[in-house]
């Protein structure tokens, strides 16, 4: 028997990546604008956080940085396949925990898409440290949603199907009439 996604969970899918891209693109917006970010390079916030100006080239840590502008637009156009790839499991997608894991990963892409379709680069700003040490580069709010939908995703592959395979173990078939006279 196969089941049918639930339309509520594609609603809140799409409004959870509405809310992750438009909270995204604010944030950025402020660090821009009201805080003039890139021309102050740097806001202390804590002393294991920061506001440091960023400008990302190329996708997750840097890969794949475009260095001229047809590089970038080939750039625009992967992580838009991928974002489009992303957006048809989300629609296809059974499990309300895995929707709104890939809710998150595509209202982030997107956001970071649209950085690099206006400005050619992704605003990144977050700088979390202790001391010299920094355990991430410098990211964003779409980075984070991206990396948290990612590990939902694989944390629920392996628990959901190590249950599945325990569930099944434990669920005995019944013998049937010539097993039985054996």
Partial sequence: MTSTPNPKFRLQGIMLASFVFIADQAVKYAMIGPLALQSRKQIHIMPQFDLTWAENYGVSMGFLE?????????LVGL??????????WMWREKLKGDVL?????????LGNIVDRVRYGYVVDYADLHFGAFRPFYIF??????????????????FL???KKDDSAADVQQP????????
């Fill in 101 to 109: 894991a890939l809710s998150l990963i595509l209202g982030g892409a």
């Fill in 79 to 88: 992580t838009a396949a991928i974002a489009l790839i992303v957006a048809v």
């Fill in 140 to 157: 964003n709010l779409a980075d984070a949603c991206i990396t948290i939908g990612v590990l939902i995703l694989l944390a629920r592959a």
């Fill in 175 to 182: 013998a049937s009439e010539a097993e039985i006279a054996e």
């Fill in 66 to 74: 475009a260095q001229s502008e047809t590089q970038r637009w080939m």
């Fill in 160 to 162: 959901i199907r190590e």
